[in-house]
């Protein structure tokens, strides 16, 4: 992150705008989200403006709307902004690291180690601390119609956050005063607010019921390596196999559709 708040906020427009003409002429098929600069607040919300008047159905945060962190009271215009438009807020996979420290040091392609951490990350690692943060924000009562999507960190550890978030709140709510910030489990705050995209991951389909199956969304990745393109169809084939046609179709098509508002 540059400390120089001019140059990110010019750098993050620049992004914002090319990825606004990339898309423009694909007749919807291409759908832009913007990102958001860790600038300040009212920065964040200032490009927020800028991206719904441009069109844009989905904004990607990396820290909280502030540049910290943790959430504050002082984010609220932000999530405000969001929830009444009605744009999700998007979590990708590498977001919300914090210090340098604290992360396991970074391995090249040629470090047998890499595929060690490429596949932590992609069970979840990255995410699953993140997730755990946002559940306990204590904001959804505030902001009821919020949309946060985590991307693409699979969905097979998510059973397992909730169970043992569940059962934290309920051992230690009331000394920690839980109870008089939250008025749902985690696990339905979870089931309300989050949807998840994921890739290949037949745990996470066999635990699917589970979560909440009309806010999870199967990705592609396309073009990064992670991605089977141009044999998705066969993918789709292995990572469904078994699973109801109707159910398929809500992952492939109609929970994206849903979410982002689309035709």
């Known amino acids: 992150y540059s400390e120089d708040r001019d140059l990110q906020r010019f750098c993050v427009r620049a992004y914002n705008e090319w990825i606004t003409e990339f898309c423009e002429g694909s007749d919807g098929r291409l759908i832009p989200q913007c990102i958001i ?13 800028w991206a719904l008047a441009k069109g844009h159905r989905g904004a990607v945060i990396s820290r909280m709307p502030s540049g910290e962190f943790d959430y504050s009271s002082e984010d609220d215009p932000f999530f ?6 009605g744009v999700p807020v998007v979590v990708h996979i590498g977001s919300f690291l914090r210090a340098q420290g604290q992360a396991p040091p970074k391995k090249g392609f040629q470090e047998l180690g890499f595929l060690g951490a490429a596949g932590a990350i992609k069970a979840g690692s990255h995410t699953l601390p993140v997730a755990s943060d946002l559940l306990f924000t ?20 998510i059973p397992t956050l909730l169970e043992q ?7 230690f709510r009331f000394f920690t005063k839980a109870h008089e910030r939250m008025s749902a489990m985690p696990s339905e705050v979870f089931h309300r607010h989050f949807w998840a995209t994921f890739m290949v991951d037949t745990v996470g389909i066999e635990l699917r019921h589970r979560l909440n199956i009309d806010h999870i969304m199967w990705s592609t990745d396309y073009p990064h390596t992670g991605s089977d393109w141009p044999n998705s169809r066969r993918t789709v084939e292995k990572v469904f196999r078994g699973v109801p046609k109707a159910e398929v179709k809500k992952m492939l098509h109609d929970n994206v559709k849903a979410l982002y508002h689309l035709d």
Not at 165 to 171: A, E, G, S, V, Y
């Open 37 to 49: 600069p860790t600038t300040g607040v009212k920065d964040a919300v200032e490009e927020l403006e």
């Open 80 to 85: 405000g902004l969001a929830n009444e438009s």
């Open 138 to 157: 204590g904001f959804y009562d505030k902001f009821r119609d919020l949309r946060i999507v985590l991307v693409e960190a699979n969905i097979g550890w």
């Open 165 to 171: 978030t569940d059962d934290m709140f309920l051992r």
